[in-house]
């Protein structure tokens, strides 16, 4: 085989790796997503059924409820603009 053939072979192996390095962590990544927003999703969830509770309740609800329906507010807010900013990468 030609020097410049096996240049080129070697090229192509090298991107071969690359490429299939890429595509593995593209897929855990993909898996990872998937696993953070199953997490939103259940907080979301809880936070739904939480202001409810809190809406049914007298109008001088629990201050801890008020309060924990805050926190996970604040939560939810921050993971759905975590996973937005390392989907934009």
């Known amino acids: 085989m030609s020097q410049l053939k096996q240049a080129l072979h070697n090229d192509v192996q ?3 790796l690359i ?9 855990l990544f993909k898996a990872d997503a998937k696993d953070r927003w199953s997490e939103l999703e259940t907080n979301w969830d809880s936070l739904k059924h939480r202001l409810g509770a809190a809406q049914r309740a007298a109008a001088g609800a629990e201050p801890k409820v008020d309060a924990a329906a805050k926190q996970l507010l604040d939560a939810l807010k921050a993971g759905y603009a975590e996973l937005k900013n390392a989907l934009r990468k």
């Open 19 to 27: 490429r299939d390095e890429l595509a593995l962590q593209a897929h």
């Open 14 to 16: 090298a991107l071969e």
